[in-house]
């Protein structure tokens, strides 16, 4: 058993063993449970150590482990899309590159179970005034994208509306404009909003603000959730095994689903940490839970 294995295999056990017999039970029904991943998974840069020759094939056993019925990648160039697909059957996605709106530069990738979801909507907009045309605005370093899907549950006949972000390092108004710009987005008739990414923001910033604020549709899932495994406490790592800072990447949901449980794995390879952000998941459920279980917290693994 590998190390990034085996520590998801503790991961899982943890978060297990902190839920209540009511939010098990929730656990257990697959057809109302959604769980959501978002990723940021570092561009292929041959300078980085491990780089994504080491890094690839542990992320996909990563991710294999956790199964994610949506999961929404940051800093996606097609090759490496291409690379995760080869190891993750089951799946179809939509992504375009930022740089010309198909195959050059990063994406804002989404995979989705082919056989749970049927595709409604499959698009991709760009954090400025002319969301349709690959551009770069306001004080952004870099052109900036959020993709949306529409996604209609097979099993129970319930659409999310799913915008994977990546906001701009530098650029603060080019960050609040692309968390207002999706804020402003129009839901599907009927669909239920999941918005996740990295928001390159602290839970103090304008666009965590702005999407949670009391009028906002959205809820933190970290903050929302019944359970919470988190060893720790920011998302950004660098290439180290400990986090620095305050989270950045977040999976934020509709006030109308409940989040069971949200973790930040912290796994590892035996070439060091998998990306230089840890991915976060949460478990979504359709409906508020009956009884609140305790909130757990887990400091260090």
Not at 257 to 264: I, Y
Not at 270 to 285: C, K, M, Y
Request: net charge neutral.
């Amino acid at each position: 058993m590998s190390q990034a294995r085996s520590l998801s295999v503790a991961l899982a056990a943890a978060v297990l063993a902190s839920l209540s017999p009511a939010t098990a039970s929730q656990a257990a029904e697959p057809s109302r449970a959604l769980w959501v991943m978002s990723y940021n998974i570092r561009y292929d840069s041959p300078d980085d150590r491990p780089d994504w020759r080491a890094r690839r094939g542990p992320m996909v056993e990563q991710i294999r482990f956790f199964a994610p019925d949506i999961l929404g990648l940051q800093e996606a160039l097609p090759a490496m899309v291409d690379d995760l697909a080869g190891g993750l059957a089951g799946y179809a996605r939509y992504g375009v590159g930022r740089d010309d709106g198909a195959g050059r530069g990063e994406t804002t990738t989404i995979f989705y179970r082919a056989e749970r979801f049927q595709r409604v909507l499959a698009k991709t907009y760009w954090c400025s005034p002319t969301p349709d045309t690959p551009s770069k605005a306001y004080d952004a370093a870099l052109p900036r994208t959020f993709t949306r899907l529409v996604l209609k549950d097979r099993a129970t006949g319930v659409t999310f509306d799913v915008r994977n972000a990546h906001l701009d390092h530098v650029g603060v108004e080019s960050r609040a404009q692309c968390a207002a710009q999706i804020l402003n987005l129009a839901p599907w008739p009927g669909a239920r909003l999941i918005t996740l990414g990295d928001f390159n923001s602290a839970p103090g910033d304008a666009p965590y603000r702005l999407l949670t604020a009391p009028q906002a549709p959205y809820r933190d899932a970290r903050e929302a959730a019944s359970s919470v495994f988190s060893p720790a406490t920011g998302t950004f790592n660098r290439f180290t095994p400990a986090s620095i800072g305050l989270p950045i990447d977040y999976i934020f949901v509709d006030r109308r689903l409940n989040v069971a449980r949200f973790a930040v794995p912290t796994d590892m390879s035996d070439a060091g940490v998998i990306s230089d952000h840890f991915p976060v998941l949460a478990e979504i459920t359709l409906s508020p839970s009956r009884t609140r279980a305790s909130r757990v917290k887990t400091e260090s693994f």
